[in-house]
């Protein structure tokens, strides 16, 4: 499903594209973004700051869980000697332990939670480090056109393969930085 779309997106390309190519000169390159995701250091060091963020809720969660299931056995435990009332009021401590619980999986965790927002933030920023990037080499090299190999290119010559300028440009403006 995903190649036949790919190819259809490609096709279609080459069927626009073809008019522009048939009558002048274009220069046309491509990278691989994968790569860049790989061998970008900013790209590494925000999915390690991710996942050292992501086990920090996994341990507060692993404390929840086990003060939930230590209410619940001390529950079980004195259930049957205990009061009306003493039992209603661990089934409400163990339910409102329940519900903060679930409350903190979605605000941690889930598709609008921190840990979400915070990757989708991280990742805009440097996805518009590398198109700034790819702007620049595609305008200092005089490129028409600049595709994402990694989308949906079937093959490309490694002579139009401008990956390493853009891990250069990426890395010029991090040394600039720091």
Not at 10 to 39: C, F, H, N
Not at 68 to 79: A, I, M
Not at 106 to 121: C, I, N, S, T
């Amino acid at each position: 499903m995903v190649r036949t779309k790919r190819l259809k997106t490609l096709i279609l390309a080459g069927v626009m594209l073809w008019p522009i190519l048939g009558t002048a000169q274009v220069k046309i390159g491509y990278i691989s973004s994968e790569r860049i995701r790989a061998e970008y250091d900013e790209f590494k060091d925000a999915e390690s700051q991710l996942q050292l963020e992501f086990q920090k809720v996994q341990v507060e969660y692993q404390d929840m869980l086990a003060r939930l299931d230590s209410l619940k056995q001390g529950y079980e435990t004195q259930r049957l000697m205990s009061s009306p009332d003493w039992r209603r009021e661990k089934e409400l401590e163990i339910s409102n332990l329940e519900q903060s619980l679930q409350i903190f999986q979605a605000q941690k965790v889930g598709p609008e939670g921190e840990l979400y927002k915070r990757q989708a933030q991280m990742e805009y920023d440097i996805l518009t480090k590398v198109k700034k990037a790819v702007d620049k080499v595609a305008i200092e090299n005089g490129y028409d056109f600049i595709f994402d190999g990694s989308v949906s290119l079937l093959y490309g010559k490694p002579t139009f393969d401008v990956t390493d300028d853009v891990l250069h440009e990426l890395k010029k403006v991090t040394d600039s930085n720091n």
